[in-house]
């Protein structure tokens, strides 16, 4: 097939989704308006209410959907409640003569107050300037609707979906995604799994690396998330009665903390840096080509005074490629305002370090575990130590010239007229490696919004222009995916 036939029917699904934009923004309205934040348990028939809805949306496209009930989830108080149900499905039936893709998306939210700094009703999306805001706009329910929308534009054009279209969307993502592990690895298993017979894998959970450039991310950091428990006095104190006589648990946590990593970002902890795979020359020449300004970075984005390093290529490969160890904060301590003057009689510290690939959680957890047991045994101090990794995920790394790739490239030149850049992100999405690994498959992770959208943070927004003309990236890719390789 050559370019000319091939542009036709994606200028009529174009043409669609133009014409239909309006309908679009009133559809993420309707599901930013769903309070699905999955970490607060009292929010649990919301987010379940977000699956339910989506799934409306989709049987009315044709899909044949169903939801699969990964069980409960025990919270810290002992309370089990219902995990949300895991939404699996697909377009039409399986044709043995097209390459078959399935996308995975979220459809929980962080929390989300107007007392954090909102200017806007988080839960009421709201237009200003060209910008969406409300909680879920960019993460991650207008990319999942994007997916939604391209369904919409085939099914309504008669423009002939030229690959098997499936999808899993879930509502725990930003509660560590309780129960999609196992729901994506018995997919996987078995002929009549939804898995069974994937080619390809595709994710729209990240962002561009730029405001302007689009984006396509080919690697992923690991996770080791701790906490560090100290136990002192069997009640909290009051620091004129009791200080100076007492072994503080907050001085011995502020000791140990202190000695994870200094104030130029290096890791303390030793051995972690022993896996760290090299940087390459060819590695670095990438680096160097992509679309990225170190000062907008640091003034825009970031609106610091100054970053820890000065050259494109450090600070790339410093957010990215190398580990870092980040401190988080401090349970028990008295952080309202006004003047405490109460000692903790217990705190938990908590940080994490993002791990690369070579590195592995198991590893890591003996390290940081041993090294900071040695630490504290030199603070000669009689309270307890208890140190827990409460969240352990292995980096991911992708081919970024293979055929899902490819595709994606050609999509995002089709529509926006320029090459991405091929880019590693420093979060992680754990899921991303479970599909790899369950299927043996090409994991892409297609990218909708803007660097500044702001997800996890007051006023998440999403730019109507990249809602919309994503959602046509998200048509012309599957248009070619059945392409790859013709040319």
Partial sequence: ??????????????????SHSDDFVANL????????????????????????????QLDAEGCTT???????????????IPLPPVLLGQLGRTDPHKKTVCVYGHL?????????????????????????????????????????????????????????????????EESDSVGLDDVVIAEAKGADGLLADVDYICISDSNWLGATKPTLTYGLRGVAYFYVDIEGAAKDLHSGAYGGGVHEAMTD???????????????????????????????????????????EFRDIEVGARRLIHDDKVDTLTHIWRYPCLSLHGIEGAHSTPGAKTVIPGRVVGKFSLRLVPNQDPNTIERLVTDYLNQEFNKLDSP??????????????????????????????????GVDPDLARDGGSIPITL?????????????????????????NEKINKWNYIEGTKVFAAYLYELSRVGEN
């Fill in 108 to 172: 929980d939210v962080q929390p989300a107050h107007m007392s954090d700094g909102w200017h806007t009703d988080p839960f009421t999306l709201t237009e200003k300037e060209g910008k969406l805001y409300g909680r879920g706009a960019t993460d991650d329910k207008g990319p999942v609707l994007g997916w939604l929308h391209a369904i919409q534009a085939y099914n309504n054009t008669g423009v002939e979906l030229p690959v098997n279209f499936k999808f899993i969307f879930e509502g725990m």
């Fill in 383 to 416: 309270n307890k130590l208890k140190i827990t990794m409460v969240t352990g995920a292995k980096p991911w790394l992708a081919d970024p010239n293979d055929h899902n790739f490819s595709a994606g490239r050609v999509a995002i030149k089709t529509v926006f």
């Fill in 253 to 295: 946590l502020v000791a140990l903390m202190n000695r994870l990593v200094d104030t130029r970002g290096r890791i303390l902890v030793p051995g972690v840096m022993d896996d760290v795979l090299p940087l390459t020359p060819d590695e670095e020449a990438l680096y160097r080509t992509i679309d990225f300004n170190s000062d």
């Fill in 29 to 56: 309205a309707e599901l930013v308006a769903i309070k699905s934040v999955s970490g607060e348990p009292e929010a649990r028939d919301e987010t379940i209410r977000a699956v339910h809805w989506m799934q409306k």
């Fill in 66 to 80: 169903r939801l699969v009930d990964p069980g409960l989830q025990t919270l810290p108080d002992g309370t089990r």
């Fill in 434 to 458: 479970t599909f790899q690994s369950a299927t043996g498959k090409s994991v892409l992770l297609l990218n909708m919004g803007a660097s500044d959208d702001g997800p996890h943070s007051q």
């Fill in 1 to 18: 097939m050559s370019d000319n036939d091939a542009s036709q029917p994606l200028k009529q699904l174009f043409n669609y989704i133009d």
